[in-house]
């Protein structure tokens, strides 16, 4: 068996490729939620961390499910909520939305409408058997809480990166940054489903269909 010559640090205080063991594990030791491993070939390593298409090459078309999400807050209301517009493969165009008050995720107000809109899309990709999703947003935390590119400093952050992380076992999750209010077509849509998750009384259905998430993220 090939010995291990490169170490590909995805989440780490420094991400990146090393060439020897004790260099990656300054990177990693201490770090929550640290992704890293060893490759025999640069080729590999440089595949682990998406720089190459080797091995990690994007599911055909048909598998993969595009969502756009956005968060939304009322301080009046005291409510959160997302808004999601799916893309089906086929054609097909879903929008979902949905609220909460947990006091406590109160505090990150629309952020937390964005963390459980991403969350909200993951899930519904994976329940519909899809291998990939392309996740657009336009809040960064979104993407960099997961890769580990922004330290999550608090409880609820921590348990968005790590759910996100386990997710990515089993689907493939492809970020991709909208800037907010550019008249971006599909992220306005989910603009507007976020909001409506606000005030439309139909919303708090909807909230039963995010019970799986709060037991995570809104637990003591």
Known sequence: MAAKKYYAVKTGKTTGIFQNWDEAKKSVDGYPGAQYKGFPTLEEAKAYLGEGNALKKSAPPEQCLTAYVDGSFSQEMGKYAFGCVFLHPDGRIFTEFGNGDNPESLVHRNVTGEMLGAMYAVKTAMMSGF????????????????????????????????????????????????????????????????????????????VRKLEELRRWSESD
């Open 131 to 206: 291998s990939e999703i392309l996740l657009c947003y336009d809040y960064e935390g979104i993407e960099k809480w997961v890769t580990g590119a922004w330290k999550s400093k608090t409880p609820y952050t921590q348990k968005y990166a790590a759910a996100m992380r386990e997710w990515g076992r089993s689907i493939r999750i492809r970020f991709q940054k909208v800037a907010a209010h550019t008249n971006v077509k599909y992220n306005e849509l989910a603009d507007r489903m976020a909001k409506q998750g606000i005030t439309d009384a139909c919303g708090v259905p909807k």
